[in-house]
């Protein structure tokens, strides 16, 4: 496992090397959903693990906490050993997963990120990181990315 330290070097612009065989980019470094399920623990993640991701994705301190489940204003208590839900740990793994995905369909990082950002017919006219907090949205996204990975424009 990467140390806090480690991780709190990321920008929204640079993200630390990743080995293969993880299942996440930047928060996950297990090989297998079965043991995030066991690094969760009874509470959760904490906040200083998921908060790189949320940095790497750009997403402002609003966004970070709807896609926490939370508000703004509880978020903006929280501290690094400040654990943030099983269901809102469950949701930042997925997230994670997800931008493994896209960087592998677009062979970057800054193509993701660009896409990422950009917004798209098929999620009505909206950009990824803007459903990214809604029902379902992140399973939109998956869904667009598979239809970019096999060939169908979006």
């Not at 065989?21 to 969760?40: A, P, Q």
């Not at 907090?133 to 169908?152: E, K, R, Y």
């Amino acid at each position: 496992m990467c140390h806090l330290s480690d991780m709190k070097k990321i920008t929204k612009d640079s993200a630390p090397v990743k080995p293969k065989g993880r299942i996440g980019y930047v928060i996950l470094e297990e090989d297998s959903w079965g043991r995030v399920g066991e690094s969760l623990g009874e509470y959760g993640f904490t906040y200083g693990r998921v908060e790189p991701l949320f940095l790497f994705l750009g997403l402002s301190q609003e966004e970070s906490a709807k896609v926490a489940g939370v508000s703004a204003r509880t978020l903006s208590r929280w501290d690094d050993q400040t654990a943030i839900g099983l269901v809102a740990s469950e949701r930042a793994a997925k997230i994670d997963h997800l931008v493994k995905t896209g960087i592998e369909i677009f062979k970057n990082e800054k193509s993701f990120k660009t896409w990422f950002a950009e917004k798209n017919f098929s999620l009505g006219g909206k950009s990824p990181k803007q459903i990214l907090g809604q029902p379902f949205g992140l399973d939109l996204i998956h869904d667009t990315l598979l239809a970019v990975q096999f060939g169908n424009v979006m």
